[in-house]
């Protein structure tokens, strides 16, 4: 079991596939200059299995995959099948641009769901944010996951004066097909500004939403999660996630593994120990890193506050090179 010293257990590991992308959404990362990493530098599909089993051992229940844009990495059905014979809960965030290739084997592998990210639902405005004209292709493609049965989450950003005017849209859009819609505050990971001049904190989202519908009511937290959840007008479930005021640290099962091979506690973490260079090395049996993967998560800090304070940068990365 990985527990840190504040009773939490880590049952859940997103794993970030790639930092490349074929968007260049404005909140996550610049739209040149950007220092990818070089292939030798990521985790290969056989180092990721490998970690995989360890972390199956200690006790990872949950897996999601992550990036950049896992889709964008060669040959990913192949990754996820290998991941979904080891984890009994696999889940993917994607942009779902090239979705419509895969989602035949997904449907046939009952993947346990699909996030999928929307930041609007005018073209023009998606072409704004992600700097690429794929908005028809999207909306597509979420559909056709819907179709297919496979369990669908959409997630938006909110960006004050960019899209919280279209939150009202959201929710009716998750109702009309039976999805999850969730709110994400933007954190300052953009390798930029921080976006701190479209920020927009969870009770101004809900504020937002109670101003516009009737019944807006917070339900049970029944298990972790990383989102608040409401259900507006008795039927539509809506979540909101406090990613960067970070209310919901005290219940956090999650750590990370980024396209590098780095075990990071939290978002907010600066460093992590460096897993792929442990296997790399040979120099650990696989009883010797669990062992040290279970002393750097018994590290993990109370909050994603405490971890920000420990940072050395005050210029946060792109999410893609965490595994958002
Ligand atoms: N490319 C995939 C996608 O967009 O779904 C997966 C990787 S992306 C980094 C994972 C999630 O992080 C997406 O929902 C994205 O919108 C979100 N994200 C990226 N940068 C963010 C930021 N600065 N603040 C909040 N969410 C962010
Ligand atoms: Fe790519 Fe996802 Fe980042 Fe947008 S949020 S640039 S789709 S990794």
Known sequence: M??????????????????RCNLRCRYCMPE??????????????????????????????????????????????????????????????????????????LKSLKIGGLNISLDTLDRNKFHLITRRDTFNRVIDNIYKSVEANIPTKINMVVMKGVNDQEIPDFIRLGKKLNVEVRFIEAMPFNQLDGNKSVFMSHPEILQLIKEKF??????????ISSSLKYIVDNETVVGIIPAYTRSLCSSCNRIRLTPKGELLNCLYSEKGLNLLELIRSKALNDSQLKGHIKNAVAGKLSSGWEEEEKRDDTIFNSMTTIGG
């Open 2 to 19: 990985l527990k840190d010293d504040f009773n939490r257990t880590a049952t859940y590991l997103r794993i970030g596939v790639t930092d």
């Open 32 to 105: 040149e200059g950007i220092d990818f990493s070089k292939r030798k530098d990521l985790m290969s599909y056989e180092e990721i299995i490998k970690l995989s089993k360890i972390f199956r051992d200690l006790g990872i229940q949950k897996v999601r995959i992550t990036g950049g844009e896992p889709f964008v990495r060669k040959d990913m059905m192949h990754l996820i099948t290998e991941l979904h014979s080891i984890f009994p809960t696999l889940h993917i965030t994607t942009n779902a641009t090239l979705l419509q290739h895969y989602l035949e084997e």
């Open 214 to 223: 009737e019944e807006v009511s917070k339900m049970n937290d029944t298990s």
